[in-house]
């Protein structure tokens, strides 16, 4: 299983990015999909999750009605648009994936990305 992700990049406050996941190995609409982020000397965070068929999605407190997430069960891609960034979302960036139902929750996902670099700047 591979989960490739990318967008991400150095951005000023109240900018937009979308990071995108390409997954590959596995039957991709069998999982439930999940963005989470790690700052610097913190722990990993979730940020956003959406079912298997995309019908439902869950989004942490600090990003909600800022960010989308959004899959493409057809090209097995998962995206999240991030509007209105701020320096605090500043972390590396992972998809993560899990076989069933959407769970909050960091050690609930098997497959990892390697993670992608986002730095907002003040």
């Known amino acids: 299983v591979q989960l490739q992700a990318s967008g991400g990049g150095l951005v000023e406050a109240g900018d937009s990015l979308r990071l995108s996941c390409a997954a590959s190995?596995?039957?991709?609409?069998?999982?439930?999909m999940a963005w989470f982020r790690q700052a610097p000397g913190k722990e990993r965070e979730f940020v956003a999750a959406i079912s298997r068929r995309g019908s439902s999605t869950s989004y942490a407190d600090s990003v909600k009605g800022r960010s989308t997430i959004s899959r493409d069960n057809a090209k097995n891609t998962v995206d999240v648009q991030m509007n209105s960034l701020k320096p605090e979302d500043t972390a590396v960036y992972y998809c993560a994936a899990r076989p069933g139902v959407v769970v909050p929750t960091t050690n609930s996902y098997d497959y990892w990305g390697q993670g992608t670099q986002v730095t907002v700047s003040s």
């Open positions: 190995g596995l039957t991709f609409s069998s999982y439930a």
